[in-house]
């Protein structure tokens, strides 16, 4: 008897082909979001899923699903899975580690030019009619080259933001839980400082960490509020490492100059203050969406699947056990 798999969300087809040639497969192609029961119950007779962002796994689900084995999530993030409660069913988890590192980081980069030159809020406007003419003063924005890029988070995403940031001449500065070996610092063109310092000297800062209880709220009133008046926020990591509602506060008060968000707290549902704001580009969590990146995402995860429940050693194994 094949064991069964369920694709959770829409996959494309060469996914779900490969998946086919090991398992039976039960797949949401119609992309619909499944509730937590319906989740439970699609899964009660699964062997393994694949999963993305959206879908939480945790204690409660998982002791409906007794014959789940492995959890391989579409997205290098995983704080919709609870490693622990994972380990103690004996179930795999995995992620995608390194295969979006680079269409993240180039639509960081998108953001941050977005943000600085205004090119949202001037094409809304002009989209609008509103454009009779040049003038001086229209939509003067922040130079990004030879401005001071700060980096918080400087993992993979991070070190190929900073990798990117040479072409602009820019000063770079990074914050990390670790400091980068010397070799690496060089290849990134990028000096270590603490925290603090980071948040005063940045006229840009990005935010490249995951979402754990530790990075809650990393960016809450007290690092805005020692920020440049004239800086920019920019985040495409995780929502939840922003607090918002103090974001917000920081852009209304005109104590941050602007913010380029692609990841929100408790997306989709966005914070509505930030519709009314003209001083920030919000877009809805596509850092990585680029066709070859998202196929190449949706096939590790196939991969990880394959290989935890054929030989027990997924690749990108998030819970090996102790
Ligand atoms: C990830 O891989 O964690 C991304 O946020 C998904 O787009």
Request: hydrophobic share 45%.
């Amino acid at each position: 008897m094949p064991q069964k798999v369920l694709v959770v969300r829409e996959v494309f087809s060469e996914t779900l082909d490969y998946l086919a040639q090991h398992f039976e497969v039960d797949s949401n192609q119609s992309d619909t979001p499944l509730t937590p029961t319906q989740l439970a119950d699609r899964l009660v007779d699964k062997n393994g899923a694949l999963t993305t962002l959206s879908e939480r796994i945790d204690a409660a689900l998982l002791a409906k699903c007794p014959k789940l084995k492995a959890v391989c999530n579409i997205a290098v993030g995983y704080n919709n899975i609870d490693l622990k409660a994972c380990s103690e069913r004996g179930v795999m988890a995995t992620n995608t580690p390194g295969v979006l590192d680079a269409s993240t980081a180039d639509f960081t980069w998108a953001l941050i030019l977005a943000t600085a030159r205004r090119v949202t809020e001037s094409e809304a406007w002009l989209r609008a009619g509103q454009w009779s003419g040049w003038k001086l003063k229209q939509f003067l924005g922040t130079d990004v080259h030879h401005a001071t890029l700060g980096i918080l988070g400087m993992g993979r995403i991070g070190q190929a933001v900073a990798r990117r940031a040479r072409g602009f001449d820019m000063t770079v500065l990074y914050h990390n839980t670790r400091r980068l070996s010397a070799e690496v610092e060089k290849s990134c063109h990028a000096a270590y400082v603490s925290m603090d310092e980071l948040l005063e000297r940045a006229d840009i800062l990005t935010l490249h960490m995951p979402y754990s209880p530790a990075t809650h709220h990393i960016i809450g009133a007290v690092e805005l509020a020692r920020m440049k008046s004239t800086a920019i926020l920019i985040n495409a990591a995780r929502g939840g490492v922003v607090d918002d509602a103090m974001l917000i506060e920081a852009l209304k008060r005109g104590t941050l100059a602007a913010a380029g968000l692609d990841v929100f707290e408790n997306e989709p549902t966005l914070n509505a203050e930030f519709l009314k704001l003209k001083n920030v580009v919000l877009t809805p969590h596509i850092a990585s969406s680029t066709e070859a990146t998202r196929r190449k995402m949706a096939m590790t995860a196939a991969e990880n699947l394959v290989a935890a429940l054929t030989a027990g050693k997924p690749p990108n194994l998030l819970n090996p056990p102790l």
